[in-house]
């Protein structure tokens, strides 16, 4: 497993403000993600950080709203931007790791956005 | 399209019963991943599944993965208020390229 924290932990920030998202790992890896849980929802995937080159953004999901940076293989931010309370959710982070054949995802505390 | 389907969407139960939990889709999955998440954390891994018709066991919890890789159902006997939680299943396609979650089933254990 993977050791993984996230920093704010929660805020509560003005519309129009753009807010940025640590996710730290105790370990290098390869894959890691970001994924925006909104109230009573599950998950859903906005993009893979890639290390060294742009991220890979899922569909309804830009750039210019969500940038990610992917410095090394232990950290990644993700911001969102010009905030409106629709952005309101957990945003959670989360790395791959692999046994052999087997892919599985560890995750985040999360972080908990209320835009007013 | 919701390519993973889990039922029921919500369940509530009395401390001791037994419950079970589906994960349903129409595409077959490498391995299949299921998640509890508690309110203000982010989602724990409980089990992945890898073979068709393998059965996992975490003390009260059964997790069986279908013949054909294509559901999953999880068992738990005697719940406990400690239960209580949002539990996801996850499927993976391609040996780890793209996860695909499930919508969720968000259980309350009644003491």
């Known amino acids: 497993s993977a050791v993984i924290s996230q920093k704010p932990s929660r805020d509560i920030c003005q519309r129009g403000t753009s807010l940025t998202i640590q996710c730290q790992v105790d370990?290098?890896?390869?894959?890691m993600f970001w994924y925006r849980q909104q109230p009573g929802q599950s998950l859903t995937l906005i993009a893979t950080?890639?290390?060294?080159?742009?991220?890979?953004?899922e569909s309804g999901f830009v750039i210019d709203k969500f940038p990610i940076s992917r410095p090394n293989l232990t950290f990644s931010t993700l911001t969102v931007s010009n905030m409106s309370p629709e952005d309101s959710s957990i945003y959670l982070c989360?790395?791959?790791?692999?046994?052999?054949?087997?892919?599985?995802?560890?995750f985040g505390p999360g972080t908990r956005l209320t835009v007013l | 399209t919701q390519l993973l389907e889990q039922s029921p969407q919500f369940l509530s139960i009395q401390e001791g019963e037994n419950l079970t939990v589906y994960c349903n889709s129409s595409s077959v999955f490498s391995s299949l991943q299921w998640y509890r998440q508690e309110p203000g954390e982010g989602p724990v891994l409980l089990v992945t599944v890898v073979t068709g018709g393998e059965v996992k066991k975490l003390k009260r919890l059964t997790f069986q993965f279908g013949d054909a890789r294509k559901d999953s159902s999880l068992h738990i006997t005697a719940a406990q208020p400690g239960d209580t939680g949002l539990y996801l299943c996850a499927g993976a396609q391609d040996y780890g390229q793209n996860f695909v979650f499930g919508p969720g089933t968000r259980l309350s254990v009644l003491p």
């Open positions: 950080a890639n290390q060294g080159s742009e991220a890979t953004y």
């Open positions: 370990s290098q890896v390869t894959m």
């Open positions: 989360s790395v791959e790791l692999t046994s052999g054949s087997v892919y599985e995802q560890f």
